[in-house]
T-cell receptor, first 114, second 117 residues
Framework: EADIYQTPRYLVIGTGKKITLECSQTMGHDKMYWYQQDPGMELHLIHYSYGVNSTEKGDLSSESTVSRIRTEHFPLTLESARPSHTSQYLC?????????????FGPGTRLTVT | AQKITQTQPGMFVQEKEAVTLDCTYDTSDQSYGLFWYKQPSSGEMIFLIYQGSYDEQNATEGRYSLNFQKARKSANLVISASQLGDSAMYFCAMREGIGGGGNKLTFGTGTQLKVEL
């Protein structure tokens, strides 16, 4: 069973606030990912990391930023939340040494910006 | 660019029956991997099954099997003996390359499956 955690699970916050969505995994996976998913829609990759101090932007442009200073931790930050940021954010990780390198997902954070 | 197409927004199946969820893909790569994930209403994504582009046999995992037709670029998920707990959103996804180096996934729009008594 995958051990990947996200907090908070639900967040309602006002416009202009700074928020950080937490993601941690205890599996020692080097690769981690952030996806954005609107209700009933597909997932879009917004950030990924191949290891400590490595971060890249994904296919969907996002105003969020990420950091990876520890293997197990991959937080996502929005400096100034807007209603357009309302969505579900899913964190995932994968093991580069374990074929087929499937991604394990956390439970997600449902963000609502009012 | 990769693309995944799932043409069934919603499907219904009777309990204990089999159901096929369609997935077609488009890629110019020779090496790629195809995944199916299940997303219950609680929101997490659960990995179900994987097929590599060079795998000659169709993948199977318990009640899940993947009907891989490479020439048609399709990778349909077959769920046998449906259970009420199978009611969820199902996503097909593709990765370029079969190695773990890149591992970026492109997802389809999903199929909402409802299992009925």
């Amino acid at each position: 069973e995958a051990d990947i955690y996200q907090t908070p699970r639900y967040l309602v916050i006002g416009t202009g606030k700074k928020i950080t969505l937490e993601c941690s995994q205890t599996m020692g996976h080097d690769k981690m990912y952030w996806y954005q998913q609107d209700p009933g829609m597909e997932l879009h990759l917004i950030h990924y990391s191949y290891g400590v101090n490595s971060t890249e932007k994904g296919d969907l442009s996002s105003e969020s930023t990420v950091s990876r200073i520890r293997t197990e931790h991959f937080p996502l930050t929005l400096e100034s939340a807007r209603p357009s940021h309302t969505s579900q954010y899913l964190c995932a990780s994968s093991d580069r040494d374990r074929y087929p390198y499937e991604q394990y997902f956390g439970p997600g954070t449902r963000l609502t910006v009012t | 660019a990769q693309k995944i197409t799932q043409t069934q927004p919603g499907m219904f199946v009777q309990e204990k029956e089999a159901v096929t969820l369609d997935c077609t893909y488009d890629t110019s790569d020779q090496s790629y991997g195809l995944f199916w994930y299940k997303q219950p209403s609680s929101g997490e994504m659960i990995f179900l099954i994987y097929q590599g582009s060079y795998d000659e046999q169709n993948a199977t995992e318990g009640r899940y099997s993947l009907n891989f037709q490479k020439a048609r670029k399709s990778a349909n998920l077959v769920i046998s003996a449906s259970q009420l707990g199978d009611s969820a959103m199902y996503f097909c996804a593709m990765r370029e390359g079969i190695g773990g180096g890149g591992n970026k996934l492109t997802f389809g729009t999903g199929t909402q499956l409802k299992v009925e008594l």
